[in-house]
Structures are given as C-alpha cells and as structure tokens.
T-cell receptor
C-alpha cells in the first residue's frame, strides 16, 4: 500500500460528459502529480501541484483541469470527454526536500476511465 | 531537452534467466536516475535509484549502475522469477527538477 488513495477505481461514461477524479496523497506529502497511461503503457505527465499551487504543466489538454485543496487532496476534472480519453489516470505524491523534487514518487492504484 | 530511452518490449524470458533492460538518458548536468516497476493492476512503485555517477542502486535482486561515460542505467537481475513479470520504467530527475519517464518495457517470465 503506497498510502496514496484514488477514487473512483473504475468509471464508465459517455462522450461529451464530464468526470472528476480524486486523489488523497500520502500523509505529509505536499506534491501531487497526475499522469495518464494509455493502452500502449506510455505514461504522460499532466500536471503537478505543490502545497496548493500549480508547479509544472505537461501535456494536459485544455478540456482538463486540476486543483489541489488546502487539505492537500487533489482533483482532476475531465470535460467534453472523447473516446481517446479512455485511459488509466494515476495520481502520485512525492517526497520533497524543501520545495525541490527528489524523484521518489508514490503512486495510487489509478482510476480507469472508459468513454463509450 | 532531457529524455530517457528504454529498450522496446516485450521481453520474454524463462525462469532463472539473466535479465538486462537497457536504459540511456540525455540530460544536462548529473540527473538522479530511477527504475520503477508496475505489477499487473497496480500503480508504479520505486524499485531502485542512484543519485551520482558510479552509484549502484539495488533492491529485490535487481541492480543498476549509474554510468556517466555511457549515459546509461541498465537494469539487471541474475535469476528472474515468474513474480518479476511487470512493466519496468526508467526515469530521471532533471536539473530543472522535472521527473521524466521512459516508455516502459514489459517483461514476461515463463515458468
């Protein structure tokens, strides 16, 4: 058990809909990352938050948005869903040395999104 | 920009075979290097790391040595088990504090 909790584990929805994925980081971790993993197993970095503020942005579509709340949990919002958005979405939290990343990430089990 | 290149999979081996999964990197400065493993149905977990040249990371019988001269961090294990079947990701922490993953290598071990 990594200590990172993601909900829901599975989600099936239709094109054009909107969903919210939730992540609770490990106790004490201030950084939260979101990744998308497609069927061909590649990991795409979406976005990172540190202590409530956006820290880094990757290949995140404009239809997607995220935030980190004062209690450090994070939500990833996916809207106007398309078939190609079907994927595993992982949240990770990290050990940081002050504000610096250490590269040591703890991943949740993922939320599997299926868009029909 | 910084990047990580891994050997393409899938890699299929028999139990007790020797394993090497190649990883090379491109980066400015001296990044920290990592191997993560993803078992079926699970999230990634850190397997081992090395933070400077010539460091050897090791865990669960796996080893990888940080080779600055060849910009490589190959993963090795002397005798694989069926339970090692998973996807393995090489990663680096760049000087700009970004974590960059390779594309992953799927490993299947036959009993």
């Amino acid at each position: 058990d990594s200590g990172v909790t993601q909900t829901p584990k599975h989600l099936i929805t239709a094109t054009g809909q909107r969903v919210t994925l939730r992540c609770s980081p490990r106790s004490g971790d201030l950084s939260v990352y979101w990744y998308q993993q497609s069927l061909d197993q590649g990991l795409q970095f979406l976005i990172q938050y540190y202590n409530g503020e956006e820290r880094a942005k990757g290949n995140i579509l404009e239809r997607f948005s995220a935030q980190q709340f004062p209690d450090l949990h994070s939500e990833l919002n996916l809207s106007s869903l398309e078939l190609g958005d079907s994927a595993l979405y992982f949240c990770a939290s990290s050990v940081t040395s002050g504000r610096a990343n250490t590269g040591e990430l703890f991943f949740g089990e993922g939320s599997r999104l299926t868009v029909l | 920009g910084d990047s990580v290149t891994q050997m393409e999979g899938p890699v299929t081996l028999s139990e007790e075979a020797f394993l090497t999964i190649n990883c090379t990197y491109t980066a400015t400065g001296y990044p920290s290097l990592f191997w993560y493993v993803q078992y079926p149905g699970e999230g990634l977990q850190l397997l081992l790391k090395a933070t400077k040249a010539d460091d050897k990371g090791s865990n669960k019988g796996f080893e990888a040595t940080y080779r600055k001269e060849t910009t490589s961090f190959h993963l090795e294990k002397g005798s694989v088990q069926v339970s090692d079947s998973a996807v393995y990701f090489c990663a680096l922490l760049s000087s700009a504090s970004k974590i960059i993953f390779g594309s992953g290598t799927r490993l299947s071990i036959r009993p």
